[in-house]
Structure formats: C-alpha cells, structure tokens
C-alpha cells in the first residue's frame, strides 16, 4: 500500500518535472553538435585512385573491401531497419550523418547556423553521388580528408600511389567515437545518451587492461597492404557486433551453486567492453534457464531480460536499465530442482519487439521489395546461446 502510494507520487512528480523543463526549453537540450549537425564536408577523390568508392579501393585493398562488404557499416544506408526508421522520422536529415557521413553521398548539403535543431538549412548538392550514398560508412568516411588517405602507418615505411598520412585517431577510440558515442545534450537529458557505447567503454574491467574498441572489433592480422607488397600488421575491417553469432557468445559467463533449498545462478558480463546489448535503445537480449532432470523432463527455471525502457516524448530519459555494465554481474535465485539434472541456458538477442516491428511493417514499408533470403538476414530475433550447459557446483 505504501509502496504503491510512493510510485504514484514519484510517478506524478517525474511528470511534472519533465512537463515544466520541456515548457521551459532551457538551451542545450535540443542543441545539435559537430557531431549531429553537419556532414563530413566535401572530399576530392585523392590522387592515385579512381574514385572515392569502396569498389575503387577494392581494387587494390581486395581482402579489405571484401572484409568491409560483409559488415554492417556496409549496410548503413541499406539496412531496411534503418530505411524503415528513417521514414517514421520524416527523412530527418541529421541520421545520414552517421549513416552516410560524407557530404558527397547526400542530396541535400546540411548546415545550422546557430547549432541548434530548430534552424537546419538544406540546399541541393549538385556533387551527390548516389552509388557512393548506398555504400553506407564507406572507406573514405574514415580514411580521406583534403585528398590525402589517413591511417595507423607512418608514411615513410609506405610506398603508396596515393598520398598518405598517418593519423592516431586509428589507434585510439576517437574514431569509433565519432558516431558511436552521442553525449546526452545532443539530444536529450541522459547521462549517458541514447547511443552511448563510447561512454560505456571508458569503466570497468576491459577499459582498466587498455583495450580499445579494434581489440574486440577489429582482430590483427598480419598481410600485405595489397598484394605483392610486404606483410604488415593491420586489423580485418569485419567489426562482427549484435549480427554475429560468434561475437555474442563472448558475452555472458555463468555459475550456478546449489546450496540447500537454493539454485543460484551468477550471470557476468565478461566478454563486451561496454553495457550489453549497447548502442540502439530497442534492443534486448532475453536467457532463458531451464533444467533437464536425470529422466529427461525439462523445467522452466527463470527468464531475465537485459534492456532499457525509454521514455521519447515530451522529452528523451530512461526509465529503467538493467543493462550489465563490462564486468558486472547479477544474480537470479531460484527453488532447487526435485530431481537430480543438469542446468541450462538459452540467449536470444532481439533487435525490437514484435510490436515495434509490426509497427514498422505495417506503417514504413519495412522488408519491401526484400527477397526471403535478405529477411532472414534481417530477422529481428537472433539465438546465440542454444542450450548451453552451466556446471553446477
Ligand atoms: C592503385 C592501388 C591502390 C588504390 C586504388 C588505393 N590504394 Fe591504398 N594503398 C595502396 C598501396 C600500394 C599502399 C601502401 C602499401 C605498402 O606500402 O605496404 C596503400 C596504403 C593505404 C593505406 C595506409 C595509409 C597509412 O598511412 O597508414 C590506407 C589507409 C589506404 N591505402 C586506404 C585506401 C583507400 C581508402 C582507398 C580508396 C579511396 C585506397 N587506399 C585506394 C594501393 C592503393
Ligand atoms: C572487450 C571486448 C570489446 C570491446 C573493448 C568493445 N566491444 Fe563492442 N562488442 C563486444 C561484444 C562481445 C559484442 C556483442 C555483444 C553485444 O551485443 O553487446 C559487442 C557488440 C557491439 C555492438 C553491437 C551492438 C549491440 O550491443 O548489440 C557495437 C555497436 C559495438 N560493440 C561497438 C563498440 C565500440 C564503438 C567500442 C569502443 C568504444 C566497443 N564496441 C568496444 C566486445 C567489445
Ligand atoms: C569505420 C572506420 C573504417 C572504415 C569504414 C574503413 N576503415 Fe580502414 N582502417 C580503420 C582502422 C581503425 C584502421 C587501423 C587498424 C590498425 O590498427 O591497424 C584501418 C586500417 C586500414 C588500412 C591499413 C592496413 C591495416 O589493416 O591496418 C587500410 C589499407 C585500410 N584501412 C583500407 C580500408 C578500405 C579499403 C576500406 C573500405 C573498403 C576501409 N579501410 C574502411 C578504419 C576504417
Ligand atoms: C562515420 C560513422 C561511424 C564510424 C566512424 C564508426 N561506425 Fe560503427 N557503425 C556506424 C553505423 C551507422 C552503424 C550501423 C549500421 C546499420 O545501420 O546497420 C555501425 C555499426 C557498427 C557495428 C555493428 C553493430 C551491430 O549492431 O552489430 C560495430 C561492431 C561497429 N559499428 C564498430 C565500430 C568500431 C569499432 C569503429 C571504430 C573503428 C566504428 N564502428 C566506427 C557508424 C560508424
Ligand atoms: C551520431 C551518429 C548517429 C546518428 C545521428 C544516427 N545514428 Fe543510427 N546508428 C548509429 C550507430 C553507431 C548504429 C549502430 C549500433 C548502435 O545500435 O548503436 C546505429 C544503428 C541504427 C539502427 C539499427 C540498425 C540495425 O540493423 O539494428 C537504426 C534503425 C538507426 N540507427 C536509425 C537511425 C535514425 C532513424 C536516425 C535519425 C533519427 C539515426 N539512426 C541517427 C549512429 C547514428
């Protein structure tokens, strides 16, 4: 009764806060930044190559290009969750910055005088370039500027026919960051933003050993830069994320005791660098534990969700997220088994919910014009945990 009475005032009170700050608008909520406002301006093709496009670079980077082709930046303009989203926001241009960040790759050129959202100006970009658009975040997004290629080498050890520099920004967070990381005053009145991987990564126990994100995202290798040159050490441009079955196993570890009445079951974050899942706000990942006893009769133990509610209008904030941080753990308890068996778990990463899929079907086109084959690619439901045993002790 008193708890009840407490989450109704609390409840009331939230609203009216957020009513009164949404009335009051103060500067910086809905500021855009460098980040959100404008697009990578205008880039030359750099001597020495075709084109500004992937294909081009292809061309000499092979395993590269084709390395890059099955990952999702890829796919960040085509990514009919993105096109479906895209359309329920009304075009809004700031999601191409990301998406699609050069200039070169957009209809409209965008600017904002005063930073700020209410005042976008669009002009036509007679230098679009459609092809380019459809290649996402394509090499060029994170490599040229002003007609010289960037990268983690020194240029004096490269004999490159076109002009190189080196740049620390590739070896460092910085250039994930870019887009993997908007703070909370871009947008909204959140710690740690909607998109807040960069945030995420900067605590617990994978920041505390050094690791960046190409440590888990982009594995070593070593190779020629192209073929006939010599072999160096680089990094495979797969980024392997929430679509990669292999990647996802690495999240979660289990332990399980049994102690007289009680199963208890630790769940650990112990494989992501940052919260997971991270990143988009509709995603969630739900394990499922189950037990087979000794004769073969399976029981549902417990389920737990790792998610975030958030509340979008009148203004952005979290309602709720539990969310393991990297390293954290939590814990489920629950009535020992009758029988004697053995302890189980299922995982299911889920883009959104069936509702917000329905949604998107039924209102933005969404799998329009996709074939079967590129529906199952974009399934909203992925397991990657299928009846994986936890030892008991
Ligand atoms: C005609 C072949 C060719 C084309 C086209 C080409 N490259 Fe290169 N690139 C090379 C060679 C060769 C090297 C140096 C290899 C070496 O010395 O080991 C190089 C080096 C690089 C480096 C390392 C730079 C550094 O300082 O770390 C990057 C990054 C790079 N290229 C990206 C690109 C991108 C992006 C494109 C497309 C816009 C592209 N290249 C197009 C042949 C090419
Ligand atoms: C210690 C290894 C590790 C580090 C460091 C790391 N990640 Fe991850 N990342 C993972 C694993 C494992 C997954 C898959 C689980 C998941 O979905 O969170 C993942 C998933 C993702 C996803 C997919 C979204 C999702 O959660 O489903 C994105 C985006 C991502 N990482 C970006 C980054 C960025 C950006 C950085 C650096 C700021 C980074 N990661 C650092 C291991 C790491
Ligand atoms: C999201 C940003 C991003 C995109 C997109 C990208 N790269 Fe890279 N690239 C990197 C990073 C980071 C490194 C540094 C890896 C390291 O530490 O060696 C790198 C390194 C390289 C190198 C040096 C060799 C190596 O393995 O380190 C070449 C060549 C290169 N990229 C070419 C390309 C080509 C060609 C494309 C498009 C097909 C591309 N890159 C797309 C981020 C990117
Ligand atoms: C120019 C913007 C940009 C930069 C720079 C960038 N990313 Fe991304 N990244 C994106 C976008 C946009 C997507 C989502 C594509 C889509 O819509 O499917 C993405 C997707 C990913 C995913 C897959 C997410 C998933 O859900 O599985 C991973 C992992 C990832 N990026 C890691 C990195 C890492 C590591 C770096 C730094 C080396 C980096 N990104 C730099 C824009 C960027
Ligand atoms: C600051 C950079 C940035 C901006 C601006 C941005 N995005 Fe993204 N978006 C990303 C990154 C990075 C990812 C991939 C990983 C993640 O979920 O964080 C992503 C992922 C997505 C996904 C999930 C794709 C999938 O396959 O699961 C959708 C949908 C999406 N964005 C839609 C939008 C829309 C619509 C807008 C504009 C309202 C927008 N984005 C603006 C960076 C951005």
């Not at 700020?116 to 490599?143: I, M, R, W």
């Not at 933003?193 to 126990?205: P, R």
């Not at 189950?290 to 549902?300: A, E, L, N, P, V």
């Not at 958030?310 to 753990?329: A, C, H, K, T, Y």
């Amino acid at each position: 009764m008193l708890m009840k009475k407490i989450f109704i005032i609390t409840g009331i009170s939230s609203l009216l806060i957020v009513s009164i700050i949404y009335l009051l608008n103060p500067a910086g909520i809905y500021q855009l930044s460098e980040k959100t406002a404008r697009y990578i301006p205008h880039q030359e093709v750099p001597s020495g190559t075709a084109s500004l496009k992937a294909k081009d670079c292809g061309a000499c980077h092979m395993e590269i290009y084709q390395e890059w082709q099955t990952s999702l930046h890829s796919k960040a303009f085509i990514d009919p969750f993105f096109t479906a989203y895209l359309k329920k926001d009304k075009g809004d241009p700031t999601c191409s910055v990301c998406h699609t960040p050069l200039e070169n790759q957009s209809p409209i050129i965008l600017s904002s005088e005063s930073g700020s959202y209410d005042d976008l100006e669009t002009v036509p970009n007679p230098d679009f370039d459609p092809d380019l658009q459809k290649e996402g975040v394509t090499c060029a997004a994170c490599h040229v500027k002003d007609g010289v290629i960037f990268g983690p080498y020194q240029e004096k050890v490269l004999n490159a026919p076109h002009p190189v520099a080196y740049d620390d920004k590739f070896l460092s967070k910085a250039l994930c960051k870019q887009c993997h990381e908007v703070p909370s005053k871009d947008f909204s009145l959140m710690n740690e933003g909607i998109c807040g991987t960069g945030m995420e990564s900067n605590t617990g126990i994978w920041s505390a050993r050094g690791f960046i994100c190409q440590d888990c995202h982009m594995p070593t290798v070593n190779r020629p830069l192209m073929s006939g040159f010599p072999a160096r050490e680089g990094r495979k441009h797969t980024w392997p994320g929430a679509y990669s079955t292999s990647q996802l196993q690495k999240v979660f570890s289990f332990r399980a005791e049994m102690r007289e009445d009680n199963l208890t079951i630790r769940i650990t974050n112990s494989g992501a660098g940052h919260k997971a899942p991270t990143g988009d706000a509709d995603r969630f990942i739900i394990l499922d534990f189950f037990w087979i006893s000794d004769k073969g009769q399976k029981t549902q133990l417990e389920s737990i969700e790792f998610k975030r509610q958030v509340v979008w209008q009148p203004i952005m904030f979290v309602l709720s997220d539990n969310r393991l941080s990297p390293g954290e753990s939590t814990h489920i308890t629950v009535t020992k088994p009758s029988d004697s068996g053995t302890l189980y778990v299922n995982g299911t990463y889920h883009v959104m919910t069936e509702r917000s899929f329905n949604r998107l079907k039924d209102n933005y086109d969404l799998y329009e014009g996709l074939g079967e084959n590129l529906k199952n690619e974009w399934n909203i439901q992925r397991p990657f945990i299928e009846q994986q045993k936890i030892d008991v002790h």
